[in-house]
């Protein structure tokens, strides 16, 4: 468990602009590394706002797109195509624009395809494809993701786990089947904290004046249950990356700033 560090930006776009700047080193330095790199994909306004400003970015091409492996923490669990899931948002932001190695883009199964409506299924797939992808030096059945991002709810939720429904208590499996979330659709698929908790690291983003109280939650010692994002957390590194906003109900000085 790495103990959390918090970087505050001006504005929601200023914050994008500088996680996309992040996200293309640590993918680069990866690479450089191993030879490949992992992303796991948020959705929502922060983590599309975060792909669109990658799309922008000069530094984009540093990096090798047919060496980077995608996953999604969470998904609608609706039709393929269907506008409101986060691979059709992602796609539009950033990924139809890069040479990405289609083998390599691991996208959480739809509704009404091969599971029907199923969404247990489906859950039960894409952890089996996380397993087949980790290797022996990995920590458990999930790849160890290079970098894993995470939008943050108003109500601390964190991909499609809520407060205080089972899938936030799950404690073995790595993806669930989500059923009656409190925000439409109703129906999911969700990596589990102990999933999450396989990256090397884990960066939380928030901006706007509806996520300080979550922010705040989450930051004070809050349980996993009644706030999600307080239970989540990388192995090497968990960042918070804000903007003024959503930091405002934060004690100033309380956390060190983060390095670069």
Excluded: C
């Excluded at 609608?76 to 990924?95: H, I, K, S, Y």
């Excluded at 952890?127 to 939008?151: I, M, T, W």
């Excluded at 698929?189 to 706007?208: D, K, M, N, Y």
């Amino acid at each position: 468990m790495s103990a959390p560090q918090i970087v505050v930006h001006r504005d929601k776009e200023l914050m994008a602009q500088a996680a996309a700047a992040r996200l293309i080193t640590k993918i680069v330095d990866a690479q450089a590394a191993r030879g490949s790199a992992s992303v796991v994909l948020t959705g929502g306004r922060n983590g599309n706002g975060l792909l669109a400003a990658l799309a922008e970015a000069p530094a984009r091409d540093a990096v090798d797109w047919a060496r980077l492996d995608l996953w999604w923490g969470d998904e609608r669990f609706l039709p393929e195509g269907d506008p409101e899931r986060n691979v059709t948002q992602a796609r539009a932001a950033l990924l139809d624009s890069v040479p990405l190695d289609p083998a390599r883009v691991h996208v959480m199964p739809p509704a009404g395809d091969r599971y029907g409506n199923d969404a247990d299924a489906a859950a039960e797939a894409y952890a089996a494809e996380l397993a087949a992808a980790a290797r022996p030096e990995d920590h458990g059945p999930v790849p160890s993701f290079d970098v894993l991002l995470l939008g943050v709810g108003p109500d601390t939720h964190v991909a499609s786990l809520f407060p205080e429904l089972p899938g936030v208590r799950e404690t073995e499996r790595t993806v669930v089947g989500v059923h009656g979330a409190p925000k439409p659709p109703p129906t999911r698929v969700s990596l589990t904290l102990p999933a999450i908790r396989a990256a090397r690291e884990v960066w939380l983003l928030a901006a706007g004046e509806d996520k300080a109280n979550a922010v705040a939650m989450a930051l004070s010692g809050a349980g996993e249950i009644q706030a999600p994002a307080a239970g989540a957390y990388g192995r090497s590194r968990t960042l918070w990356l804000l903007d003024a906003a959503a930091a405002a109900s934060l004690p100033r000085g309380l956390y060190p700033p983060a390095s670069p």
